[in-house]
């Protein structure tokens, strides 16, 4: 997120929806190292494997993405409003609606990505620009039709319709080639958003209702609940596992490998505390 206050007045509607969709796309830095990684190893794959050396490996990278995206999304989507006041201030509050679908719809977009990364990775690059053309065309006929009657909500349900019609695109693409994973961890992903997101949601309402706090103040804390909870619910569940970590080791710079490490241990129910992941 920006940490700036603009005024609606100033940059009326347009402006509005460029500081939610902006707010909302910082998200992207959950997937977009995972697809980085994915296409040289997607590639390498395919030469040696075939078809099922790439299901293989698109699938542990469509479980991790599920299972971190749509439970931060989620969590996001509940704490719309104290998000976007905390950031932006009072100005930007009627955007909490458009925010709100977008964070909640964003697993769509990283989806898509690691779709249209198998894709080119296999060399099937051609239908990719008409999946990028009829999502386009979808999303601005949306906004077209929906603009007037619903404002700026009318953005964010075509910015949304356009993740999911490439996404869908993409994987009616992809299919025909191999077997796509789509929903690979998607069934614990949703658990887990359910079980973070509403302690989110109970304790945002107690800190505004019981200890009046305003926004700027809340929004630290809340980050340290969905932390919490999503380190919890994930080690009670056993959502995560050693070969989970194996893809972020490509995707990120060993600076960090330490700290990955750590949250392996943390996060990875049963995993020894003397193992270490191998950079």
């Not at 994915?38 to 469509?62: D, I, N």
């Not at 995206?69 to 909490?96: D, N």
């Not at 894709?119 to 979808?138: D, E, V």
């Not at 970590?245 to 490998?257: G, I």
Request: proline share 6%; glycine share 6%.
């Amino acid at each position: 997120m920006r940490f700036c206050r603009p005024s609606s007045a100033q940059f009326g509607a347009t402006g509005a929806h460029y500081f939610v969709v902006t707010s909302v796309s910082f998200l992207s830095i959950l997937w977009t190292p995972a697809a980085g990684a994915l296409y040289p190893a997607l590639s390498s794959s395919y030469t040696s494997q075939g078809p099922t050396g790439v299901s293989e490996k698109l699938g542990v990278a469509m479980r991790l993405v599920n299972l971190t995206v749509l439970p931060t999304g989620t969590a996001l989507a509940v704490i719309a409003p104290t998000a976007l006041e905390a950031v932006y201030g009072p100005s930007l509050l009627a955007g909490a609606l458009p925010f709100a679908i977008l964070a909640i719809t964003v697993i769509f977009s990283a989806q898509s990505l690691l779709l249209i990364t198998a894709l080119q990775a296999i060399g099937r690059t051609k239908p990719i620009l008409g999946i990028g053309l009829a999502a386009t065309i979808i999303d601005l006929a949306t906004v077209a039709v929906l603009s007037r009657p619903i404002g700026t909500t009318a953005g964010a349900i075509g910015r949304a319709l356009l993740a999911v019609v490439m996404m869908t695109l993409a994987w009616w693409t992809l299919r025909r080639v191999l077997h796509v994973p789509l929903t690979r961890g998607l069934s614990k992903a949703l658990l887990v958003a359910i079980l973070t997101a509403a302690p989110l949601a109970i304790v945002d309402y107690a800190l505004e209702g019981n200890f009046h706090l305003v926004p700027l103040l809340r929004l630290p804390i809340l980050v340290v609940v969905f932390a919490v909870s999503f380190l919890i619910v994930s080690r009670q569940l056993s959502v995560f596992t050693v070969a989970d970590f194996e893809l972020l080791e490509n995707a990120l710079p060993q600076a960090v490998m330490p700290l990955l490490d750590v949250l392996a241990r943390l996060i990875v129910r049963g995993r020894a505390t003397s193992k270490r992941i191998m950079i």
